[in-house]
């Protein structure tokens, strides 16, 4: 259990649309679902937290404008990168956190977006 | 505040050879501590954890023991793979359920 699905694994773009990134957990709801970004040779940064039915929280240097961040369900968020530019190219990951009996509640991770901005 | 410290790669070694990645942490509390492994192109895949002191967590070979004396959760495998080439993140556990990763440490094995 606790499998976590991004889609698409893979976009492509020209600069100035938009690109919806959905993430889901697919036998288990979840608390609260995060979003990352990873470049490069690089460890991951936290972009946001976001909880079903509330606005996400977003990390310090986060352009809220720019990355929207809707969690319709328990079991569905979405990261929209508006008006994409090349510098937005990059590796999203989400993660789901389920309960997992002690206090803290274990992230599980999909499997990552390739977004490439023309 | 919280934060994790690896041992910077990349990490070479032959197959067959013994592996060590050191990983120590800071934290308030009592943090849940994680190995996670990325293979190319792929998301974060847990490879195992453990809760509290003094607990060993282990999965495919892989090992660690959470050492609250020395702050440590080094990853050991007694004899790596080719198929172990990866990146592999130690990350800290704290609160409701953030993590706190460190930078990775990339595992290159040749034949």
């Known amino acids: 259990g606790a499998v976590v699905s991004q889609h698409p694994s893979r976009v492509i773009c020209k600069s100035g649309t938009s690109v919806k990134i959905e993430c889901r957990s697919l036998d288990f709801q979840a608390t609260t679902m995060f979003w990352y970004r990873q470049f490069p040779k690089q460890s991951l940064m936290l972009m946001a937290t976001?909880?079903?039915?509330?606005?996400?929280?977003?990390e310090q240097g986060v352009e809220k404008d720019k990355f929207l961040i809707n969690h319709a369900s328990l079991t569905l968020s979405t990261l929209t990168v508006t008006s994409a530019h090349p510098e937005d190219s990059s590796f999203y990951i989400c993660?789901?956190?389920?309960?997992?009996?002690?206090?803290?509640?274990?992230?599980?991770f999909g499997p990552g977006t390739r977004l490439t901005v023309l | 505040g919280n934060s994790v410290t690896q041992m910077e790669g990349p990490v070479t070694l032959s197959e067959e050879a013994f592996l060590t990645i050191n990983c120590t942490y800071t934290?308030?509390?009592?943090?849940?501590l994680f190995w996670y492994v990325q293979y190319p192109g792929e998301g974060l895949q847990l490879l195992l954890k453990a809760t509290k002191a003094d607990d060993k967590g282990s999965n495919k070979g892989f090992e660690a023991t959470y050492r609250k004396e020395t702050t440590s959760f080094h990853l050991e495998k007694g004899s790596v793979q080719v198929s172990d080439s990866a990146v592999y993140f130690c990350?800290?556990?704290?609160?409701?359920?953030?993590?706190?990763f460190g930078k990775g440490t990339m595992l290159l094995v040749s034949p």
């Open positions: 990350a800290l556990g704290s609160g409701y359920s953030t993590l706190t």
């Open positions: 993660s789901a956190a389920r309960p997992s009996g002690g206090s803290y509640n274990e992230q599980f």
């Open positions: 976001s909880n079903e039915g509330s606005k996400a929280t977003y």
């Open positions: 934290a308030t509390g009592y943090p849940s």
